[in-house]
């Protein structure tokens, strides 16, 4: 059986962590365009915060998760797209002959988890205020 199947909780982090890589390599191409860089990354914020808030609520109103359960899920999803954001700057690298090889490889461990944690603060606090909404149960 396929794991995901049977906790769609799975799917869906993956899902999620696979669309914030795609964020984090389109916004860094745009970068270079105009209007500015500013405003590009400002965008990836924006796209990633719809979609880590789409989640929690996924978590919550869809998979009826309790608040704890939501945040660990959604942050494996920014685990997720961290560590593959690494990857690819450590692929890139390899095949460009540029950057400290040493340095990401050590991304590949430290940037999921820099960003897995307060996502997961985050998200528990969310995940909190939802079940405190009027008809909501934990």
Not at 30 to 43: D, V, Y
Not at 71 to 97: K, P, Y
């Amino acid at each position: 059986m396929i794991p995901s199947a049977s906790k769609p909780w799975i799917g869906a982090a993956l899902v999620v962590g696979v669309l914030y890589l795609v964020v984090g390599i389109v916004f860094g191409e745009l970068a270079s365009r105009p209007p500015s860089p500013r405003f590009w990354r400002l965008a990836a914020w924006v796209v990633s915060a719809m979609a880590f808030a789409a989640h929690i609520g996924y978590e919550r109103f869809r998979l009826r998760h309790a608040p704890v359960a939501a945040a660990l899920h959604a942050s494996l999803a920014v685990a997720f797209g961290a560590f593959g954001l690494a990857a690819a700057a450590t692929i890139r690298s390899a095949v460009t002959g540029t950057g400290n090889l040493r340095l990401l490889a050590l991304a590949l461990v430290a940037w999921p988890v820099l960003a897995a944690v307060p996502a997961f603060l985050v998200a528990l606090a969310a995940g909190a205020l939802v079940a405190r909404a009027p008809g909501q149960t934990s």
